[in-house]
């Protein structure tokens, strides 16, 4: 299924926030045990995704498990999670070439590892996780195309024009068949994860206090 657009998801309510907190209020401060199992079913789900990530995937399960529980815990701060999570979509595409038909395995891979380690795990909770990876697949993609929107400003203020076929939108066109095109997909050999990127200097974050990425927590 092809992800919505910001403009067509609705911000995740009070009760949908709640039970994903609920389902996760059992890990212990700093456990990386959700997002072993999450990377464990997405490699299983998406083997061509793991070539996105170093070998030793450790410090990027570190990396995940801290992100996902300061999006949790802001959830009901929406406009701090959204900047932070637009900056996240923007660099994951420029950096690891993820595109629109990945969100689906993630969404996945992400239900199923909350199911595998909460032990109060619902369909209720399932509901409430798909709705909030949706409002999150459709923010991080509306940075996709706010970085793209970017560059094709910059080709056109140089005159540079891009490579023919190149259609980098997230929501590009698609062929007869409803495929996206695999054009410019590739990632670049010399790529960095997108969690490792630097952010510009004096550029502040969403977050204002020591978290996860060298940020903060959003304040409210």
Known sequence: MQ????????????SV????????????????????????NLFVMAPEVR????????????????????????????DHVAQFLRELGGRHYRELGVRPEHYPFVGRALVRA???VSPTW?????SAWVLVYEWITATMLAG??????????ARRS????APRGDDRRPYGDRDRSGARSSAGDQR????????????PSGARHAYDTPGPYGASQPTR
Do not use: W
């Open 3 to 14: 992800p919505r657009r910001i403009t067509e998801v609705p911000l995740p309510n009070a």
């Open 158 to 161: 140089t005159g540079d024009a």
């Open 51 to 78: 070539a996105m990530f170093s070998d030793d995937i450790r410090p990027q399960q570190r990396r995940m498990a801290d992100a996902l529980v300061e999006v949790v815990r802001y959830l009901d701060a929406p």
């Open 122 to 126: 619902s369909s209720s909770m399932s």
């Open 114 to 116: 909350v199911s595998e």
């Open 17 to 40: 926030i709640e039970a994903v907190r609920e389902s996760c209020a059992s890990l212990p401060a700093g456990s990386t045990r959700l997002s072993e199992s999450f990377y464990a």
């Open 188 to 199: 670049p050999s010399d790529a960095r994860h997108a969690y490792d990127a630097p952010r």
């Open 144 to 153: 996709a195309e706010d970085a793209i929107s970017k560059e094709e400003g």
